[in-house]
């Protein structure tokens, strides 16, 4: 994945794929008898997402989000859950750092590029650097969630 500028027509695609996701949220709901939780704010935009999973034999065998934003937090999230389902909490680490990369106009490792096909339309936000923190807020959540554990499951 380059840093070179998007194409119109890419624009245009990437667009279409946040306004897709951004009004209709794939997993907005909080998983059942989730092992960890997590919440991320972004004061900036008033972004608020709160990330539920379930991870179980070393998978996250469910991951679903809650929250209030513009589209581009709300896109990411979606986006997020339907990518990481299934996949090992450690690929999701790696997968939120690649991420961060790609929105922030850095070339991302090429061992995630496979996963990152399905997320390239978050890289549109590298043009507009205040909303790379909308796109990057769930996959933070993602991490503190993931850091958090199962004792987060106790908090209030
Ligand atoms: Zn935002």
């Known amino acids: 994945m380059t840093a ?7 624009r245009t695609l990437y ?5 897709d996701h951004g009004k209709h ?8 008898h989730h092992t960890c939780k997590a919440q991320g704010n972004n004061p900036m935009c008033g972004d608020r997402v709160t990330v539920t999973a379930k991870v179980d ?3 996250i065998a469910d991951i679903a989000f809650e929250g209030k934003g513009c589209a581009i937090s709300i896109a990411s999230a979606s986006m997020m859950t339907e990518a990481l389902k299934g996949q090992p909490p450690e ?5 939120a750092d ?3 990369d790609i929105c922030t106009g850095k070339a991302a490792s090429p061992e995630m590029e496979p996963h990152l096909e399905k997320l390239a339309a978050l890289s549109g936000v590298r ?3 205040v909303r790379v923190k909308c796109a990057t807020l769930p996959w933070q959540a993602l991490l503190s969630c993931l850091d958090n554990g ?3 499951t106790t908090e209030k």
């Open 25 to 32: 949220p794939r997993n907005f709901r909080v998983v059942q």
């Open 98 to 100: 690649a991420v961060k």
């Open 127 to 129: 043009q507009f650097p």
């Open 150 to 152: 199962p004792s987060a």
């Open 57 to 59: 034999g070393g998978a």
């Open 15 to 19: 667009q279409e794929i946040i306004l």
């Open 4 to 10: 070179e500028p998007l194409s119109d027509d890419l």
């Open 91 to 95: 690929t999701a680490r790696k997968l």
